[in-house]
């Protein structure tokens, strides 16, 4: 059979639009209305475009014998498909006249789909023709369509399709054979067998095609090859009543990824360079620095299962997050070694915890010859403002339930108190603990002394100490790394990681148990608060009451990252949460870095606590703060004064004095406060109230510690999480649908709340030097400082469910 050229002029335009477009020369080979979803979806059955695979810009030309003698003109006929996701335009020139066509298709699911299209020619949109289409793909192995052309016309013609897929139960192998046929029903023929047609995909990035349109008795014979991101195809027809040959070229970029007939013939050496910095949740604005980390665990994932890539070299990666973060991925990592692939890093300075990672999971370790290694233990910082407030006549008034409810004696104490000392003592051991554990579970062969002999003598500031201590295995500079990295892998090449989806090659449908992942990170508030910044309790209850409301939805995963915040916030918030567990919605909740003394309170009613290693949880307490600035207007010999209509109107002045009366009320309402907390935790987690008090008062405990202790069911992460939700549902999958409650516009929750009449904030901000020079941590310093006293100030003395500290500043 003959084949046809790639035509040179649709090429040149493809490259002059710099993307590729898709022409309608469509032909019985390339699949009917149930199979076809690619190219020339639009024009085949659109409700196919809400797939995705076709989305992409591409031109084709069809061709004929008299293109060859020179009798017609590529130029005279072609068709170019501008295809966005759900959406298509087309136009495809014949002669003088032009066609055109938009095209649509949506639906709640690859399950099902709708779609239809409207045509007309040249400028005489009114008397178009209108199009509707649906798609069914019940099972792997099954799709169905139905296509109506012409519907507000007379006459119109309908047709049903039928996809096969016999061996898609092998899996991702068993999406390269299909068969199809389509059934046509005019005003001519009724029920009349259209079209068959099989496709063949021997090799990643080749397919075979044939197709037989038996209305016309036209036997048709195509070819597709695929790179990455690029798509060519040409078939040749022929008539059963005619010597003349016929067939179309086409040549298409398409937004995702093919399958390629490069990539399982060379492997490949990935170049990973998207996790230097960390998001804990997903990406709210566009300008959001880092990738989320579970987007990067979903890299790695696809990594292990992708045959093609025997490596990963992370280059300069630093892993800028919690150390709970870093763990989720580090068991991401090692699931990737167990596939058998291996893994590099390269560093010109290696943080303290991503040395840990590194160490853990690397098949090699390579260093700048003038770098540096952070290995050593964990510390935990903080200044304590209580005598610079007093040299300025300012008192805060911190009443703790207990002395372990530390997180504002930075603001009213001189220095760290013993029962702070010992909280921070007992989670960093566990810390450090894990740290070394990971660090001997990789390199403790490579290591030339015992690792605590090694750590207790870090940092390592020279890269020959380090390269001596067995901590990195290569001194070598950046330009040299590749080249070291590729002679351990023959004919593999390096490629970086690919950043666009893949095209959905399997008819499966998406899970259908759908599964709202809530993520919950910063200070619990009143109000809606801003998405990504803080917990606004009304949005997160709306989140919750809309999936307990919803019967399409089958549970709620909570990733929580918080120290708690207001008391009531977290009360009401906690109330919706047990509502849907008893309502039978399962509840499971993911601890992130951070998940203590209120963002435990709102744990504790979930079906299931999943807290990683390293997780800060706990510090069940309460805490309520009155600045007080009585002290500094005399100082300037400012009056204040104020009139009452009851004994305890004054309550909370900043102006005046707290009496003994007024400190006996804030008591007893914070012991109040902490007994509710105390007995809700005993009730939600099946404990008893003497049990609950001996590990509260304010005490912090590691996820691992808090799993021994009751407060939490597993040790894990994220991934572990969704493995528990499936285990609750009984299903193998989840539809995870992530979502991050609040608005987008900014409030004054937004780390931006002033004192009536006085802002302290700015007056602390004011008070250290918060300019370019001062060292980070004196600035995080101020920063945290102006944090507690804004999250105080939003309830004035009101009680507290918080732990107001950051884990991912524990170095």
Known sequence: MRRSPIP????????????????????????????????????????????????????????????????????????????????????????????????????????????????????????????????LRPTRTLSLSAVRRGVLRSGPDTTLGLGLRPFAFLGPIGTRL??????????????????????LEPSAGVRLSLGYDHLGERLTAGLQLSLSQLEIGTQDSIRADSDVAAGSAYLFLPYRRRRSITREVVPSIIVYEHADRVRATPTVRPWDPGRPFSAIIEDIEALRVDNTVTA????????????????????????????????????????????????????????????????????????????????????????????????????????????????????????????????????????????????????????????????????????????????????????????????????????????????AAGDIVPGRGVRGVNIGADSLIEEIRSARENPLVSGIILRIDSGGGSAQASDSIAYEIARAVEDGLPVVVSMGALAASGGYYIAAPASHIVAGPSTLTGSIGVISIFPNVAGLLEMFDVGADSVLTSPWAGLGNPFERMTDEE???????????????????????????????????????????????????????????????????????LDLREVIPGPLSPALAEFFVSGEGLNLGSLLSASLPLGAGVPAELRQAAQEQQRLLELALLEPGRPLYVMPYRADWLE
């Not at 299909?178 to 079209?195: I, R, V």
């Not at 964990?378 to 372990?404: M, Q, T």
């Open 8 to 135: 040179i002029r649709a090429a040149i335009l493809a490259a002059l639009a710099f993307v590729a477009a898709s022409a309608y020369a469509y032909g019985p080979s390339w699949g009917g209305t149930a199979v076809h979803e690619g190219l020339f979806a639009a024009r085949v059955n659109p409700a196919a475009l809400g797939i995705g695979n076709a989305t992409g810009i591409g031109v084709s030309v069809p061709w004929e014998d008299s293109f060859r003698d020179g009798s017609s003109d590529f130029a005279e006929r072609w068709s170019l498909f501008l295809n966005l996701p759900a959406l298509s335009y087309t136009t495809e020139r014949f002669g003088t006249s032009y066609g055109h066509d938009l095209s649509t298709g949506f639906g709640p699911s690859r399950r099902f789909l709708l779609g239809g299209s409207w045509s007309w020619e040249n400028a005489e949109f009114s008397d178009g023709r209108a199009t509707v289409a649906a798609l």
């Open 178 to 199: 299909t068969f199809g046929l389509d059934w046509n029903w005019n005003e001519d023929h009724s029920g009349k067998l259209a079209l068959s047609s099989m496709e």
């Open 312 to 519: 990963v070299l992370f280059v300069n990666q630093r892993f800028q997050t919690s150390f709970a973060n870093q763990m989720e991925i580090y068991q991401a990592l090692l699931r990737l070694r167990q596939a058998g692939k291996r893994i590099y890093y390269y560093f010109d300075n290696i943080p303290h915890t991503a040395y840990a990672l590194a160490a853990a999971t690397a098949d090699a370790i390579y260093l700048h010859p003038t770098g540096s290694v952070d290995a050593r233990g964990f510390r935990y910082s903080s200044v304590y403002l209580g005598d610079f407030f007093a040299r300025y006549g300012i008192e805060i008034y911190n009443f703790r339930s207990h002395p372990h409810k530390s997180g504002w004696d930075m603001l009213s104490e001189a220095g760290m108190s013993d029962a702070e000392r010992e909280n921070w003592q007992s989670y960093l051991g566990d810390l450090d603990g894990h740290y070394r554990e990971m660090v001997r579970a990789g390199r403790e062969s490579a290591l030339t002394q015992d690792l605590d002999t090694i750590i207790d003598r870090g940092p390592y500031l020279s890269a020959n100490n380090a390269l001596e201590a067995g901590l990195v295995d290569s001194l070598l500079y950046r330009a040299d790394v590749e080249e070291r990295v590729t002679a351990r892998h023959r004919f593999a090449r390096l490629r970086p990681m690919d950043q666009v989806p893949e095209m959905q090659y399997d008819w499966a449908p998406r899970p259908l148990r759908t599964v709202k992942l809530i993520y």
């Open 663 to 733: 400190r006996m009320l804030v008591e007893g309402s914070t012991e109040e406060s902490y007994q509710r907390f105390v007995e809700f935790v005993a009730a939600s987690r099946g404990l008893s109230v003497d049990h609950v008090e001996g590990i509260a008062g304010g005490r912090i405990w590691s996820g691992s510690r808090a799993r021994e202790i009751g407060l939490v069911d597993e040790v894990g992460g994220l991934t572990d999480a969704v493995r528990a939700m499936r285990r609750i549902l009984g299903v193998s999958d």
